[in-house]
Nanobody
Framework: VQLQASGGGLVQAGGSLRLSCVDS????????MAWFRQAPGKEREFVTA????????YYVDSVKGRFTISRDNAKNTVYLQMKSLKPEDTGVYYC?????????????????WGQGTQVTVSS
């Protein structure tokens, strides 16, 4: 599993961004996927997760109704559509993968990580 995240950038509050995370491996559909974020001086925080087939999704309360996770197993890609962005959404966003889907909301629940993409929301 090799994850490459992209799509970050600078956006005004209320704007939208779509992040992508591509897995260059051949077993993408065997992995549950997640997005975490980390703001300066803060711990890495769970944002959302999706099961292997996409049938189950979970979100942290602060992004419910604004963010949507999805995956395209044919393209080995997981997406994070972010709308109505707020300054508190600012941070480095990381995608993560793991074959298990148990501890989906903690960093320790994932074995593989992408390099991160910066999202900055200005007020």
């Amino acid at each position: 599993v090799q994850l490459q995240a992209s799509g970050g950038g600078l956006v005004q509050a209320g704007g939208s961004l779509r992040l992508s995370c591509v897995d260059s491996g051949r077993t993408f559909s065997s992995y549950a996927m997640a997005w975490f974020r980390q703001a300066p001086g803060k711990e890495r925080e769970f944002v959302t997760a999706i099961s292997w087939s996409g049938g189950r999704t979970y979100y942290v309360d602060s992004v419910k109704g604004r963010f949507t996770i999805s995956r395209d197993n044919a393209k080995n890609t997981v997406y994070l559509q972010m709308k109505s962005l707020k300054p508190e959404d600012t941070g480095v966003y990381y995608c993560a993968a793991n074959k298990r889907f148990t501890d989906y909301d903690i960093p320790g629940g994932y074995d593989y990580w992408g390099q991160g993409t910066q999202v900055t929301v200005s007020s």
